[in-house]
């Protein structure tokens, strides 16, 4: 394909599902927002084609016919960054954290919005964005600097300490992306705290003040219950 015929064409999603009716409805979701759609039914199919295709984004079961679909995450993770959006049946708490810290971009738990799964779809791929951080991520009046260490709301300066700047670089090179409790504890304060989640819980209400979100209603630092939290970058 030749680079004027790729651009062209909306984004590539490859589609790892087994179920049938599941494929047929997401592909047709999907391709009316202009989205193109590979289906596949099984891990080593969905591998291939994801080797042939170098689709832009991944949307994987967890329960397929041939392997488990963290074994495909674990593949597609060795090799590519590409965006991976799980959406499975399974909704334990631990399955959850279990892939995100994998390397899952998001969780989207069946059964599903076909609304909920586009919003996430944009989200996933709005991260893919090159230059983004290099530029300093701007959200509304927020500017967040990270090569400066300088974060500027409504044209003042936010004066964050070291472990509310760390917490909020980590969300913010990962916008729309949950950020587990674990993966933000072991990085920040070290693996013999990752479930001392008060300390973290306490750092979030902090920045929240400061960066003007309401603990009511966020805006900015959402909570994904149990999980972790994610940066809205709209």
Do not use: C
Not at 16 to 39: A, K, N
Not at 115 to 138: F, H, S, W, Y
Not at 182 to 204: F, K, M, S
Request: hydrophobic share 40%.
């Amino acid at each position: 394909m030749s680079d004027s015929a790729k651009g062209e064409r909306g984004p590539r999603i490859l589609l790892i599902e087994d179920e049938r009716q599941i494929r047929r409805f997401m592909r047709i979701s999907l391709t009316s927002q202009g989205f193109e759609v590979i289906e596949t039914e099984d891990g080593n199919t969905g591998m291939a084609a994801f080797n042939h295709q170098r689709p832009d984004l991944v949307l994987l079961d967890l329960g397929l016919p041939d392997m488990d679909g963290m074994e495909v995450l674990d593949a597609l993770r060795a090799q590519s960054e590409v965006p991976v959006l799980v959406v499975s049946a399974r909704a334990s708490e631990a399955e959850k954290v279990a892939a995100l810290d994998a390397g899952a971009n998001d969780y989207i738990t069946k059964p599903f919005g076909i609304q909920e799964l586009l919003a996430r779809v944009r989200a996933a791929l709005r991260t893919t964005t090159p230059g983004t951080l290099g530029e300093g991520l701007k959200l509304g009046e927020l500017t967040i600097d990270l090569a400066r260490h300088r974060i500027v709301r409504g044209g003042e300066t936010v004066h964050l300490t070291p472990r509310e700047f760390s917490v909020l670089a980590m969300l913010a090179r990962q916008p729309d992306r949950v950020v587990t409790q674990h993966q933000l504890l072991a990085e920040i304060w070290g693996p013999v705290h990752v479930h001392d989640t008060h300390y973290l819980r306490i750092v979030i209400s902090r920045l929240r003040q400061k960066l003007g979100d309401d603990p009511d209603d966020p805006h900015r630092i959402q909570t994904e219950a149990g999980i972790g939290y994610r940066l809205l970058s709209q």
